[in-house]
């Protein structure tokens, strides 16, 4: 007689932030592993990696959802689902209806670094905060220009964001300077990051930047991290 599967933990549902932080690093890379105490994505260039964690964590054993996009979508098609999590897939209850949705294995899926010890021993030529407003508009502009990348220059005491192709007055672009919240300011020539790599959610946030490397912190504590453009 074949073992019966037995549910691992106590029936859950992630939060409305959990399910939209969630859905954002599904646009990073649909493939993850679903751990206990958070969330970590990485997309298949690696040059942009997130991590989110839980207030309070979860007793799931860790489970892997190749299609996070249409695991979300079955959740948001559902009243009031409860996830239980089985060794090779979940029961997702909606009162006396249910789901049986197959996990995957989680050495088929993506494994996602610890920078963050490797982020902090680096150097940061540049530290500063920048508002949500600020942010949305210098990211809608650069759609609307079709830009390819976001530079960073220092401007005396200022910070100079600006959205384009290249630095040059032929060029399409929008800037926004940064005077208050600067921590850090000694970058000796532009660096740029590729605007696609902005999946980041809507917020203010505090930016940390080397010349390899960028960490961007949500106030929500999301953390992405996204390499710097050659």
Known sequence: MAKKETVN????????????????????????????????????????IGFCKFETPYEYEPFGIYETSEFLTALGAMDKPQVEVNAKYLNIVDGDASLK?????????????????????????????????????????????????????????KIRLTAGDELNSSSNNYEVTIEEGIKSNSLTAPVKVVLADFKIMPGAYTVKLSTKISKWSNTNGIDYFIGVAS
Do not use: R
Request: glycine share 2%; with cysteine.
């Open 9 to 48: 933990v106590t029936p859950f549902m992630y939060t409305e932030s959990e399910i939209n932080c969630l859905k954002n690093f599904s646009t990073i890379n649909t493939s993850m592993i679903l751990e206990p105490d958070g969330f970590k994505v990485i997309n298949n260039s690696k040059s942009v």
């Open 101 to 157: 949705y197959f996990t995957t294995a989680k050495d088929l899926l993506p494994t996602v670094p610890d920078v963050g010890k490797k982020f902090d021993a680096l150097e940061c030529e540049l530290e500063f905060t920048i508002t949500a407003d600020k942010l949305a508009f210098l990211l809608k502009m650069a759609t609307i220009l079709k830009s390819k990348y976001i530079f960073f220059e220092s401007d005396k005491k």
